[in-house]
């Protein structure tokens, strides 16, 4: 059982197209995190999210934590084809858990 | 600064066998971690450190062991392969806090026969 759940599992889009992917969680978490991979390599950090409601953005991508600190999204405006990778949510705690993933293609 | 490095990138094993994975940090960071992941999949936590001496077990540590005798180390040894341990293993590191950032190494790409 995932303590987090992303969705979708498989997205894929045409370059310019906007999108929205999901973290839920029934648990509450102090901060949440969300990390990029790309195939061959370890996971990178993209964003935390620590307060409830916060938003915050990082050029085309937009980061939202949800009020009650549980589910959190990540929007992409206008999606390029060099944000295609793995898309990871994670709790942040002493033993940090993944969400499965989604897997973003953004085709040219 | 290699940050977090693992060793070896590749391995194939006959089933029985033995190996350590190897995972070293220099950046000083308390927190430790194991993962795994299988294809198309995300990541799984088998063990995690939270300093030098101190292990715990996460999510899926069946058939494997750890130990952390200094904060640079956390090795992950498997005693007797089996083809469900075929994965991808990354190792990362990690400051205590709530905007902990997890560095990850580039993996160890597993293969059980």
């Known amino acids: 059982t995932q303590l987090l759940e992303q969705s979708p599992q498989f997205l894929s889009i045409q370059e310019g197209e906007n999108l929205t992917v999901y973290c839920n969680s029934s648990?509450?978490?102090?901060?949440l995190q969300w990390y990029r991979q790309e195939p061959g390599e370890g996971p990178v950090l993209l964003v935390t999210?620590?307060?409830?409601?916060e938003v915050k953005k990082l050029k085309r991508l937009t980061f939202q934590f949800g009020d009650a600190r549980k589910d959190s999204s990540l929007h992409i405006t206008a999606a390029q084809p060099g944000d295609t990778g793995l898309y990871l949510c994670?709790?942040?705690?002493?033993?940090?858990?993944f969400g499965a993933g989604t897997r973003l293609t953004v085709k040219p | 600064n290699a940050g977090v490095t693992q060793t070896p990138k590749f391995r194939i094993l006959k089933i029985g066998q033995s190996m350590t994975l190897q995972c070293t940090q220099d950046?000083?960071?308390?927190?430790m971690y194991w993962y795994r992941q299988d294809p198309g999949m995300g990541l799984k936590l088998i063990y995690y450190?939270?300093?030098?001496?101190?292990?715990d077990k996460g999510e899926v540590p069946n058939g494997y062991n750890v130990s952390r005798s200094t904060t640079e180390d956390f090795p992950l040894r498997l005693e007797l392969a089996a083809p469900s341990q075929t994965s991808v293993y990354f190792c990362?590191?990690?400051?205590?806090?709530?905007?902990?950032?997890?560095?990850f190494g580039n993996g160890t790409r597993l293969t059980v026969t």
């Open positions: 950046m000083n960071h308390n927190y």
């Open positions: 450190s939270v300093g030098a001496g101190i292990t």
């Open positions: 648990s509450v978490f102090s901060s």
């Open positions: 994670a709790g942040v705690g002493a033993n940090m858990r």
């Open positions: 990362a590191a990690g400051r205590q806090g709530a905007r902990v950032a997890l560095h």
């Open positions: 999210v620590v307060t409830g409601g």
